[in-house]
């Protein structure tokens, strides 16, 4: 037997102590001293919502089909385990060996939302590793991000070794060679960093320098030494058919937020919605062919015993196979008591269809993200769902038997006025209007309406990235706008109405668009006590407007003001194939109030092109 | 495994089921749900080496072949040890069936009395203020006792019960003899002195009677002043039995004889009511 790293009393005086134990079902075993690497890989939240993720699950398989690399997992310990384990000082550890995380050659986090910050520094802190990348010693393990915040990776550059800009699935393999040979020579760490900045797509942040303009923008952003590349070159995985992708996913004891399998059918999106960061950071878009997905499809199914399995993809409805993979999926599987989950279906003829086969329509709902009120302010964010269309599914779908439709949409945006804020209430009466158009008998109950507002908040590569953002007072205000004019409406009662906390948006957009000077900041309210940001009932706004106030950072500079064209952006380094000139383009069209095309109708020449696949070498329409 | 509840070892075996392919019954209905159902639920915590699960099959297998499959897709830790084919009237009734359950109960390492370890005897009893006390003996002498009354705890209030009946049997079992498995792993624990020995628990389970084996334990304990820290009892439970006393056609070998309120009871384990699928 495994032997815990944590003592019976303390799993058994803990919320869910499974969380801690590993040996999952397709959990990976190795002899630590038949393997030449080690590697922890993180996701800097509780577990159930680490083992959701899909990209840790990839690279978990990938690293593991090497023979010399052993990948385990460690996610945030909870708040009760966090405080027993700083008491009684038991180091954080991984969950396959139980083995302290210190003792590992890296430490992988990834960084899927600005909110999970301060669990970064956890994380670092409890496994006994120095908070800062330049105070750590030779037998520390190199500390490594990736993920999509890791586009902007400047808010965490003092607490990385290196960041991985791009896809996993390229330049993992001759890092780790890298890495076995620095070993072998017994290369110093700082040397291995050195060597490390110039395979493409690694960036390490402690090789480059920023300086300031008395404004306090950026003056210029250059590598210390002559042969560190000046710019950083995203990585793209072009074949997505042969890219790897688990066979046998870990099965958690204990239910996660994704219990099932998930099939990712293409990356990237057509779209270009000029608020979306992954619309623009996973271009080209890449299909997985039919012939894959199914094969995927059955290996996992039938090596989890998961009775779930979902499609994944940010625009599924955009899939040239789509009816090709959900009816296989239905014949195949609907016998064996598999439920299929679809999200992100525009609703249309066909989702309606095929929703109608694999759901119960009396309690399913749909779902619309309109993401603007007026049909202006859509076409300022270039949201390509007209009223005609979303007025158009609901009636279909309502006669289909649903009653249930869920709205989303943000607050905030660029141009928004008054009106467009009245406007949410006004289609989602109009939803509801045609509801009640259908006959009494024929009607399956009242209908409910649920709408949901989110305040925006600008991110790197996008063409929004230069917006100003609003105080928290005001973002209030926009809000109470919805819920007063929602209940104004002849049919209120069907419609509720939901919206989010101001104060998280604001941190979260310094975060998204910061620059080296807001490590001090995250370092000092997370030393204040902050922790899991993302959860409400650790949230606390002040002890972050006292780590600001402490650190002499102005917060309103990185939130308040709209940033000029010509300003030296913290993110300009990386070269993510969507060219700034493109995204400038996009910034002044959207002021004009005109749509762009999305990339199977015409190319825009966004410059992703540069990478010779995906939707820009397919033939168009 | 002892640290994963009930309703996810459930979740553990709908999975299992899956990719072992065993082809199991359905409800009807919008939702199905296989039709599986535990005999008694073990709370975190405790282990065992006799949990009981009743499914229906839509396709029939061999025990061997089940055994095997579900063993080769399962994970260290659980393991599947039987699997009985259950005669009409029994099948999917575990839960109501259960009567009885037997347990080991050990104390966990650094967790024992002070006033049961071996030793303080030799070290300073006479400094020792209050006696020593032998766990042989008090389990002989608790037995012995025609009534044990306890204050238990229910969701509304709290009342005084007589265990004593629902106790069918309660030895003392020296260090070397408990469980095999434990002795093996734990073997340089088993040695030290302050280790008391364990205690062999038979005692009623189910919805007629119910009685926990820490609820024994804390009051032997109490019964000399004693109050065990948390955490300070180990549990296995050994086994789970069906009362057959009125259903003559069932004797095996397996069977045992209690004395249950000057009845004499036969309980039967439940593995014992089904025979192997060939």
């Not at chain 1, 496994?127 to 520390?140: A, F, H, V, W």
């Not at chain 1, 993920?147 to 996993?168: K, V």
């Not at chain 1, 990585?235 to 099965?251: E, K, L, N």
């Not at chain 1, 069907?494 to 001090?520: K, M, P, Q």
């Amino acid at each position: 037997m495994r032997k815990l790293a944590l003592s019976d009393e303390i799993l058994l005086s803990i919320e869910k102590p499974a969380r801690y134990i590993g040996g999952e079902v397709n959990s990976v075993m190795k002899k630590k001293d038949e393997v030449a690497i080690r590697f922890a890989m993180c996701f800097p939240d509780v577990y159930e919502i680490g083992m959701s993720h899909l990209g840790i699950q990839i690279l978990y398989d990938m690293f593991n089909r090497r023979e010399d690399v052993w990948c385990e997992r460690v996610y945030s310990p909870w708040v009760d385990l966090d405080k027993i384990m700083r008491d009684k000082k038991i180091p954080l550890f991984a969950l396959e060996s139980q083995d302290p995380i210190r003792a590992f050659d890296f430490l992988g986090i990834t960084l899927q939302y600005e909110m999970c910050y301060t669990n970064v520094l956890q994380v670092l802190d409890l496994s006994g590793i120095p908070l800062l990348s330049k105070e750590r010693q030779e037998d520390c393990p190199i500390v490594i991000g990736g993920g999509p915040c890791a586009y902007n990776p400047e808010p965490l550059a003092a607490f990385f070794d290196l960041f991985y800009i791009g896809e996993g699935e390229t330049v993992y393999d001759a890092l780790f060679d890298l890495y076995k040979a620095c070993k072998k020579e017994g290369v110093p760490r700082q040397e291995f960093l050195r060597r490390a900045a110039r395979i493409p797509g690694i960036y390490v942040p402690s090789l480059y320098e920023t300086t300031y303009h008395e404004d306090g923008t950026i003056a210029a952003f250059t590598p210390l030494e002559a042969d560190i590349p000046a710019v950083v070159e995203k990585q793209v995985q072009m074949d997505m058919t042969d890219a790897p992708y688990p066979d046998a996913p870990i099965v958690p004891f204990i239910k996660v937020t994704q219990d099932r399998v998930v099939l990712e059918i293409q990356r990237g999106c057509i779209r270009g919605c000029r608020f979306c960061q992954a619309g623009m950071i996973y271009r080209p878009t890449r299909e997985r062919s039919l012939s894959c997905l199914k094969e995927h499809a059955d290996r996992m199914l039938a090596s989890t015993g998961h009775e779930e399995i979902s499609l994944s993809s940010l625009s599924s409805s955009d899939y040239s196979e789509l009816p090709g993979i959900v009816n296989y999926l239905i014949e195949e599987y609907q016998d064996k008591k598999i439920n299929i989950s679809l999200p992100s279906l525009r609703i249309d003829a066909f989702s309606l269809d095929v929703m109608s086969k694999v759901q119960d329509v009396r309690k399913s709902s749909l779902t619309f993200a309109p993401e603007a009120g007026s049909q202006r302010l859509r076409n300022v964010i270039n949201k390509g769902l007209t009223e005609e269309v979303i007025l158009q599914g609901a009636d279909e779908a309502f006669h289909g038997g649903w009653n249930k439709v869920k709205l989303y949409f943000m607050l905030g945006l660029p141009t928004e006025t008054e009106e467009d804020r009245r406007e949410i209430a006004h289609l989602a009466e109009r939803i509801a209007e045609k509801y009640y158009e259908i006959p009494k008998e024929q009607r399956n109950g009242k209908c409910q309406i649920t709408v949901s507002t989110s305040f925006f908040v600008p991110k790197p590569f996008t063409p929004l990235q230069w917006a100003s953002m609003f105080q928290p007072g005001d973002y209030l205000g926009f809000a109470k706008t919805v819920n007063h004019e929602i209940k104004a409406m002849l049919n209120q009662k069907s419609i509720r109405y939901n919206w989010h906390h101001a104060d998280v948006t604001l941190l979260e957009g310094v975060f998204a668009r910061g620059d080296r000077r807001i490590c001090d900041v995250i370092l000092d309210a997370y030393r204040r006590g902050a922790l899991y940001d993302a959860w409400t009932e650790c949230w606390d706004y002040d002890r972050w407007l006292q780590a600001f106030e402490a650190v002499g950072v102005d917060m309103d500079f990185y939130t308040m003001r709209e940033r000029s064209l010509d300003e030296i952006l913290p993110w300009d380094f990386i070269r993510v194939g969507v060219s700034k000139e493109f995204l400038k383009k996009e910034w002044k069209k959207a002021h004009e109030e005109t749509v762009t095309p999305n990339c199977r109708e015409q190319c825009s020449g966004c410059g992703a092109a540069a990478y010779h696949g995906g939707v820009c070498t397919m033939k168009r329409a | 495994m002892k640290f994963i509840g009930h309703l996810d070892v459930m979740r553990y075996f709908q999975k299992a089921i899956r990719r072992a392919g065993i082809d199991i019954a359905y409800t009807e209905g919008l939702s199905p749900h296989m039709i599986m159902s535990f005999a008694s639920p073990l709370g975190v915590g405790l282990t065992s080496d006799a949990e009981y699960m009743d499914i229906e099959l839509r396709t029939p297998i061999s025990s061997r072949a089940a055994i095997d499959a579900l063993n080769r897709v399962g994970v260290e830790g659980i393991s599947v040890t039987g699997f009985y084919e259950v005669p009409e009237g029994k099948a999917n009734k575990a839960m109501t069936l259960v009567a009885a359950a037997d347990y080991i109960v050990r104390f966990r390492a650094g967790y024992e009395p002070e006033r049961l370890q071996r030793s303080v005897q030799e070290k300073e009893a006479a400094a020792c203020a209050e006696e020593r006390i032998d766990l042989a003996s008090a389990v002989e002498s608790f037995c012995a006792r025609r009534e044990i009354p306890v204050w238990k705890k229910t969701k509304k209030s709290e009342r005084e019960v007589d265990i004593r009946p629902m106790i069918y049997e309660m030895r003392y079992v020296p260090v070397m003899e408990q469980s095999k498995a434990k002795a093996e792993s734990d073997a340089e624990e088993e040695k030290t002195a302050a280790n008391p020995g364990a205690v062999f628990l038979r005692l009623a389970s189910g919805s007629a009677a119910n009685l926990k084996p820490e609820l024994v334990m804390d009051a032997l304990l109490g019964s000399y002043g004693v109050e065990a820290s948390p955490f300070a009892y180990e549990i296995n439970r050994c086994e789970l039995y069906a009362d057959t006393t009125s259903d003559t056609a069932q004797k095996t070998d397996e069977s045992v004889t209690v004395m249950c309120a000057g009845e004499t009871r036969r309980l039967t384990p439940l593995g014992a009511l089904g025979r192997e699928i060939l």
